[in-house]
């Protein structure tokens, strides 16, 4: 029979952890100037919901990854960071723009850029 020998718990500092990688997403064409920092390191789960066509499930991956954008409402003022609240205030053509960024950053993973 095997031993079993219960390990000691890392410390914060050792412990292991799985890959956080965010990407800085610049949108182009009419959203020029408009760009979002994002986590592209997805689980599994996320990946499903984002593919998937439930809208719900998209955006509660996006408000879960993005971490910073420079996004601004109607009147031109400053959306609050990325939420599931935060993108009420995205009109669909923009919402449209960013899950296609999104899905292409997470596609082309850490690839450098090429200029």
Do not use: C
Not at 52 to 73: A, F, G, P, Q
Not at 99 to 108: E, M, P, Q, S
């Amino acid at each position: 029979m095997a031993k079993v020998i219960k390990a000691p718990s890392p410390s914060p500092e050792t412990a292991r952890k799985q890959d956080v990688e965010i990407v800085h997403v610049e949108l182009d064409g009419r959203w020029s100037g408009w760009w979002f920092d994002a986590d592209i390191s997805l689980t599994l789960a996320q990946f499903r919901a984002v593919g998937s066509e439930k809208l719900d499930e998209t955006i509660r991956v996006l408000s879960e990854v993005i971490s910073d954008w420079n996004y601004v409402d109607k009147r031109g003022e400053p959306l609050p960071p990325a939420s599931a609240s935060g993108f009420d205030d995205v009109g669909l053509p923009l919402l449209r723009a960013t899950v296609l960024a999104y899905i292409g950053a997470v596609g082309n993973g850490s690839e450098p850029e090429k200029n």
